[in-house]
């Protein structure tokens, strides 16, 4: 790349062949998929999704799950797709600049929920990394329940999730090609090639059928509850990553004119499956030992009680399913928490022109101090749960999709650039679905949440 003074220019990753301020660009489409994927597949798909599916309905809860991605998940996520690509800006910019100055908080109602995740997601994270380094040099715990106990708030806590925001803020810090894509590239392949290992072996283990019976048995009367389809449209979203501006963001450092359309349905699809075949892999694994007591309820807790007892019984081999399935938590919870962070990174760059490396160190930093608090207190970090996963993502799509239905011009011509003719066809749909189904289905959805959440508080305070 040469620039008009006939000098090569400094930052070749940078794509300044379009209008407007430079600004780096993935070096692939298939980079960019890798990290849109590594966002969607963490803890949510691995550890959230097999138990709600469990004990929301099992088949049945499946079925209303894929039905939510299609017309409510999906669609949102082209949403963001649209904003971020047409806008080539980070959230509060682009929401300024393609909506006016009144829509500009929406962008800064994504920042702080990117705040508030990482802060504690990078607990759990931590979580995990501590069980990793115990299981390759001691073992699993002979007392797993206890082990938790000790691991899971306090300064252990605290260091483990030090240690994670700072590695998630020196590969946000290695930029968009060499940092996220880097990683993504890497990572997300080693990542499914575990899990799909783990759920292969899984299938040979006595009890295998009654896993999966666990994990799938349909029942039909829960899903008219109307809590499970919030909880199912709010796990969707988690899931996603959607109503925060990740995708968003993340989009906006695509530079050729590709079809989307597509890669919004490989991400969401990979999202999904993933998710899914996390269940093939632990129910078998908790059904041969007959867990299935320990993980009745859905806490925090109880995956990292029942899947360390499982593997500590099953000797050697165990040990290493084991190790390996935490390396796969590990790398889904790193690639997730790397573009938690750079919404919050590119945001700070973009509005206080400050450099990449200042801007993740201080925003970094940041979540590192707030991250203490949910280190020291579980309570802590299920009210963080409730408040940023539950009810600011889902307010924050429910705008999202008034914003695109209705206020965005061209939305509909960023999608159809580059596109398939299929989908083309399709986007009117899109638009309606926008406009009428999504924003009551998640004025519901934000109401359940937010009484979920009164009622978690409440039981807090006592
Ligand atoms: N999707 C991730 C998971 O399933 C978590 C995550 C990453 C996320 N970035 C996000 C959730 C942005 C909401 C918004 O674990």
Same mark, same amino acid.
């Given at each position: 790349?040469? #620039?008009?003074?006939?000098?090569?220019?400094?930052?070749?990753?940078?794509?300044?062949?379009?209008?407007?301020?430079?600004?780096?660009?993935?070096?692939?489409?298939?980079?960019?998929?890798?990290?849109?994927?590594?966002?969607?597949?963490?803890?949510?798909?691995?550890?959230?999704?097999?138990?709600?599916?469990?004990?929301?309905?099992?088949?049945?809860?499946?079925?209303?799950?894929?039905?939510?991605?299609?017309?409510?998940?999906?669609?949102?996520?082209?949403?963001?797709?649209?904003?971020?690509?047409?806008?080539?800006?980070?959230?509060?910019?682009?929401?300024? $600049?393609?909506?006016?100055?009144?829509?500009?908080?929406?962008?800064?109602?994504?920042?702080?929920?990117?705040?508030?995740?990482?802060?504690?997601?990078?607990?759990?994270?931590?979580?995990?990394?501590?069980?990793?380094?115990?299981?390759?040099?001691?073992?699993?715990?002979?007392?797993?329940?206890?082990?938790?106990?000790?691991?899971?708030?306090?300064?252990?806590?605290?260091?483990?999730?030090?240690?994670?925001?700072?590695?998630?803020?020196?590969?946000?810090?290695?930029?968009?090609?060499?940092?996220?894509?880097?990683?993504?590239?890497?990572?997300?392949?080693?990542?499914?090639?575990?899990?799909?290992?783990?759920?292969?072996?899984?299938?040979?283990?006595?009890?295998?059928?009654?896993?999966?019976?666990?994990?799938?048995?349909?029942?039909?009367?829960?899903?008219?509850?109307? #809590?499970?389809?919030?909880?199912?449209?709010?796990?969707?979203?988690?899931?996603?990553?959607?109503?925060?501006?990740?995708?968003?963001?993340? $989009?906006?450092?695509?530079?050729?004119?590709?079809?989307?359309?597509?890669?919004?349905?490989?991400?969401?699809?990979?999202?999904?499956?993933?998710?899914?075949?996390?269940?093939?892999?632990?129910?078998?694994?908790?059904?041969?030992?007959?867990?299935?007591?320990?993980?009745?309820?859905?806490?925090?807790?109880?995956?990292?009680?029942?899947?360390?007892?499982?593997?500590?019984?099953?000797?050697?081999?165990?040990?290493?399913?084991?190790?390996?399935?935490?390396?796969?938590?590990?790398?889904?919870?790193?690639?997730?928490?790397?573009?938690?962070?750079?919404?919050?990174?590119?945001?700070?760059?973009?509005?206080?022109?400050?450099?990449?490396?200042?801007?993740?160190?201080?925003?970094?930093? $940041?979540?590192?101090?707030?991250?203490?608090?949910?280190?020291?207190?579980?309570?802590?970090?299920?009210?963080?749960?409730?408040?940023?996963?539950?009810?600011?993502?889902?307010?924050?799509?429910?705008?999202?999709?008034?914003?695109?239905?209705?206020?965005?011009?061209?939305?509909?011509?960023?999608?159809?650039?580059?596109?398939?003719?299929?989908?083309?066809?399709?986007?009117?749909?899109?638009?309606?679905?926008?406009?009428?189904?999504?924003?009551?289905?998640?004025?519901?959805?934000?109401?359940?949440?937010?009484?979920?959440?009164?009622?978690?508080?409440?039981?807090?305070?006592?």
């Amino acid at each position: 790349m040469i #620039s008009h003074k006939g000098q090569p220019l400094l930052q070749p990753e940078t794509d300044s062949g379009e209008p407007g301020p430079p600004r780096e660009v993935w070096g692939s489409k298939l980079g960019f998929v890798l990290a849109a994927v590594g966002s969607a597949v963490g803890l949510g798909n691995m550890w959230r999704f097999p138990y709600i599916a469990a004990d929301s309905g099992g088949a049945a809860f499946v079925v209303l799950y894929i039905l939510l991605l299609l017309f409510i998940g999906l669609p949102v996520l082209l949403a963001e797709l649209a904003i971020g690509r047409s806008t080539r800006l980070s959230p509060i910019g682009a929401l300024r $600049a393609s909506g006016g100055k009144r829509w500009a908080p929406l962008g800064m109602l994504f920042v702080a929920t990117g705040f508030l995740i990482l802060a504690y997601y990078s607990v759990i994270a931590g979580w995990t990394v501590r069980y990793a380094i115990d299981a390759l040099v001691t073992g699993f715990p002979a007392d797993p329940g206890a082990r938790f106990g000790e691991i899971a708030s306090g300064g252990g806590a605290v260091f483990f999730h030090l240690l994670f925001v700072g590695i998630t803020a020196l590969i946000v810090m290695g930029g968009v090609k060499k940092g996220i894509e880097r990683a993504a590239v890497i990572l997300m392949p080693t990542l499914i090639l575990i899990l799909l290992g783990i759920a292969i072996w899984a299938a040979t283990l006595d009890g295998c059928r009654e896993g999966y019976a666990f994990y799938l048995r349909p029942s039909v009367d829960d899903l008219l509850n109307p #809590s499970i389809l919030a909880r199912a449209a709010g796990q969707a979203f988690f899931s996603l990553s959607l109503g925060m501006g990740a995708m968003l963001t993340y $989009a906006s450092y695509l530079s050729r004119r590709e079809d989307i359309n597509g890669e919004a349905c490989v991400i969401a699809g990979a999202d999904f499956g993933i998710a899914f075949v996390a269940g093939l892999a632990i129910f078998p694994i908790i059904a041969a030992l007959s867990l299935f007591g320990d993980v009745g309820e859905s806490t925090i807790g109880a995956l990292f009680i029942a899947l360390p007892t499982a593997f500590e019984a099953m000797g050697g081999v165990g040990r290493a399913v084991g190790i390996l399935f935490l390396v796969a938590l590990v790398v889904g919870a790193l690639t997730s928490a790397i573009s938690l962070l750079e919404v919050v990174t590119s945001s700070v760059m973009d509005e206080l022109k400050a450099s990449r490396r200042k801007a993740a160190l201080l925003t970094g930093g $940041a979540i590192a101090l707030i991250g203490i608090l949910p280190a020291l207190s579980l309570g802590a970090l299920d009210i963080m749960d409730h408040l940023a996963g539950d009810v600011f993502l889902v307010f924050g799509a429910l705008l999202l999709a008034l914003f695109v239905g209705w206020r965005m011009k061209g939305a509909t011509d960023e999608l159809s650039v580059g596109s398939r003719p299929i989908f083309v066809r399709l986007l009117p749909l899109w638009r309606f679905l926008l406009r009428f189904v999504i924003p009551p289905v998640l004025l519901i959805v934000f109401f359940t949440s937010v009484m979920a959440a009164l009622k978690a508080l409440g039981i807090m305070a006592d």
